[in-house]
């Protein structure tokens, strides 16, 4: 059963940026999807984004553009490089593979 803990989130001005990771135990994320989801406070969850098992990245309308998917197999880790951020973008987000979840990690934006 793979394991996945997420890093990275924080406060940050608009217009700033972060980098989440992902890190994978008990299993390999190589050739697998990996989503990526947030839920802003009294909202729903939402999906993001998502590397497809071939390394395709699909971005949901409100990111794309500003987000990024990426994937370091060696390290067994994904990471989604957030810029331009805007206070809408304020969630707890999470990364989803092989049907887990990590523990998410808060993200706040400041205006």
């Known amino acids: 059963q793979v394991k996945l803990v997420e890093s990275g989130g924080g406060l940050v001005q608009a217009g700033g940026s972060l980098r989440l990771s992902c890190a994978a135990s008990?299993?390999?994320?190589?050739?697998?999807?990996m989503g990526w989801f947030r839920q802003a406070p009294g909202k729903q969850r939402e999906w993001v984004a998502v590397s497809t098992p071939g390394g395709i990245p699909v971005y949901a309308d409100s990111v794309k553009g500003r987000f990024t998917v990426s994937r370091d197999n060696a390290k067994n880790t994904a990471y989604l490089q957030m810029d331009s951020l805007k206070p809408e973008d304020t969630a707890v987000y999470y990364c989803m593979c092989r049907g887990e979840w990590g523990q998410g990690t808060q993200v706040t934006v400041s205006s």
């Open positions: 008990g299993g390999t994320l190589d050739r697998y999807g």
